[in-house]
């Protein structure tokens, strides 16, 4: 099938795609949220200024975790996480519901290591004189986290938080490795079949991600400008 047979056939694979676009959509947004969760708890641990063993084992923990994620190829992750722990542990993730929660579970602890650095330079964006003078008030740490700082601090964390999703979103390319049907792996079998339009048909696939991309990138320069309101 040359190139112009493959755009006279184009309608054929749009139901696939279209199946493989939710599914990354969904992993995506799931995994961004979880990681989210992940990355305040280990962005509040490292920015804690508490002398408390437990406090100061913790965060050897969540440091020792964001430098192992950032240090690795998240391939190398997808190959521990999917064939390596199952077998070192005795269970089977199609037992767990297949390839989508360990897509999640994956995606997640990644983007989880690069949300904690992104909370933290948040929280240390925030003057540090507010929260001088709330705990002086009397508010607890956690309160003057979740009144005076994470407020202020998502006004930094948003952009960036945007273009995580992004990397999340491209990320999700790589889950093909395990067979997940989404964008990438859709596009790889139908290519199996239909090798002599691999060039149209990646392009084609490449559309998908552009749109995703860019839509996030403009999103992005808009909240940025909307957050720069105000300021001096």
């Given at each position: 099938?040359?190139?112009?047979?493959?755009?006279?056939?184009?309608?054929?694979?749009v139901p696939r795609f279209l199946?493989?676009?939710?599914?990354?959509?969904?992993?995506?947004?799931?995994?961004?949220?979880?990681?989210?969760?992940?990355?305040?708890?280990?962005?509040?641990?490292?920015?804690?200024?508490?002398?408390?063993?437990?406090?100061?084992?913790?965060?050897?923990?969540?440091?020792?975790?964001?430098?192992?994620?950032?240090?690795?190829?998240?391939?190398?992750?997808?190959?521990?996480?999917?064939?390596?722990?199952?077998?070192?542990?005795?269970?089977?993730?199609?037992?767990?519901?297949?390839?989508?929660?360990?897509?999640?579970?994956?995606?997640?602890?990644?983007?989880?290591?690069?949300?904690?650095?992104?909370?933290?330079?948040?929280?240390?964006?925030?003057?540090?004189?507010?929260?001088?003078?709330?705990?002086?008030?009397?508010?607890?740490?956690?309160?003057?986290?979740?009144?005076?700082?994470?407020?202020?601090?998502?006004?930094?964390?948003?952009?960036?938080?945007?273009?995580?999703?992004?990397?999340?979103?491209?990320?999700?390319?790589?889950?093909?490795?395990?067979?997940?049907?989404?964008?990438?792996?859709?596009?790889?079998?139908?290519?199996?079949?239909?090798?002599?339009?691999?060039?149209?048909?990646?392009?084609?696939?490449?559309?998908?991600?552009?749109?995703?991309?860019?839509?996030?990138?403009?999103?992005?320069?808009?909240?940025?400008?909307?957050?720069?309101y105000g300021r001096d």
């Amino acid at each position: 099938m040359n190139i112009i047979s493959f755009l006279g056939n184009v309608q054929k694979f749009v139901p696939r795609f279209l199946a493989a676009f939710r599914i990354t959509i969904e992993l995506a947004v799931i995994s961004l949220i979880f990681a989210t969760i992940v990355g305040i708890i280990v962005g509040l641990i490292n920015t804690s200024k508490s002398k408390n063993i437990i406090m100061r084992f913790l965060r050897i923990l969540c440091n020792v975790y964001i430098n192992i994620i950032r240090g690795t190829p998240m391939l190398v992750q997808i190959l521990i996480i999917y064939y390596g722990i199952p077998q070192f542990l005795g269970f089977r993730w199609v037992d767990l519901g297949g390839m989508f929660p360990a897509s999640v579970v994956v995606l997640t602890l990644n983007a989880g290591a690069y949300m904690a650095e992104i909370v933290r330079a948040g929280i240390e964006a925030v003057d540090p004189g507010q929260i001088e003078a709330s705990r002086s008030l009397g508010l607890s740490y956690g309160k003057t986290m979740r009144r005076i700082v994470l407020p202020q601090a998502l006004r930094t964390m948003l952009p960036s938080i945007i273009n995580q999703f992004i990397i999340s979103i491209k990320d999700t390319s790589l889950m093909s490795t395990i067979g997940l049907a989404e964008l990438t792996n859709v596009a790889k079998t139908i290519n199996a079949n239909w090798s002599s339009a691999t060039l149209a048909l990646y392009c084609y696939l490449a559309c998908y991600y552009l749109i995703i991309c860019l839509s996030l990138a403009q999103l992005s320069k808009f909240v940025e400008r909307k957050m720069s309101y105000g300021r001096d």
